[in-house]
């Protein structure tokens, strides 16, 4: 039988060359048997533990008894090879799916598709805070109800426009979010004339929370290299913010999944937008980031993308805007942390 650590015997080289062979030579005969989506050498299982039986592995959809087969769809007990029979393993399995960030995806993870019934962005990362409920971070102006005229409570995956269906993929509903400032403030300092700046931001963040079946999760889990108070100041220091400068960064994200960049800037004061709202926002000390390989960083659809360190995974940014291809603009994470009030390990 297996060890009870979940490692099973090695298997005999000669052994598994003739497994291999009489799979490979009834690969039609197994596709012709319903409900067949896949086969393999492997171990075979009985009451849900893997033995040292080497066998040909044969997975479907729906197993089914004996005697709800006709004889013809019947899938053999043994193979023949050579003058030597091996056996066959059956056993049921769900259809392996492409990894396509626009797809309905369960369970939720970072890099898909989502947001309110009226725009799109990324799921950022699924974490728990200290309620013990799992909520979902991304960007306001993707699940949360600031960054235009009409709210939206709830929050679809995928998003409306990748065919996320409001009877079927609500997933979480707007818990808390930093509301967006559009406005200005007018300066008078005689002699000179007024003049009006731009109201300051620093995140565009969210969170909802997780519905029903979909609330479970682990912080450390779902949120790897999670910030801790031990080697990473919250809010970060100066000299800890200086020294992300040159750092190699890498995010999931909807549109342009998996991409590199390096961080040119955490100073970065700048407009964004237009939002839903017609108006553009202003922020200020974002982290500013250049593509490592071409064509770019991120792309709409991508906002919510969280930010990670290339090498050590350690999350340091949340993406909020793209510059096209020439660089993509994110919120430091010790700030939307604090704004949120999302807890340290």
Known sequence: MAEDNGQTSQPDPVDMERLIRAKNRHRRLLLSKP???????????????????????????EKLERDALSEIDLIPSTLKIDEDEVGVDVEESTMPQPITFTLRTRPLRGGVSISHPNALGTLGICLTLNDANTYILSCDHVIGGSAGPVFFPTVMQPAPVDGGNPASDVVADLFSFVALDFGSTTINIPPFPPITVPNPN??????????????VGNREIHWIGYPERNHIPIPWDPPYRSSLVGRRVCKMGRTTEFTTGTITSVTFDTLAGPYRNGANAFFINQIRIVPLAPPTFAAPGDSGSLVVDALTREPLGLLFASSGV????????????????????
Request: hydrophobic share 45%.
């Open 326 to 345: 020439s660089f993509a603009t994110a919120n430091p994470v010790d700030q939307v942390m604090l704004r949120l009030g999302i807890p340290q390990l």
């Open 202 to 215: 620093s995140v565009d963040a969210a969170l909802a929370r997780v519905r029903g079946a979909f609330n």
């Open 35 to 61: 409900s067949v989506i896949g086969f393999d050498v492997g171990f075979r299982t009985q009451h849900g533990q893997a033995t040292d039986e080497p066998v040909v592995k044969v997975y479907v959809s």
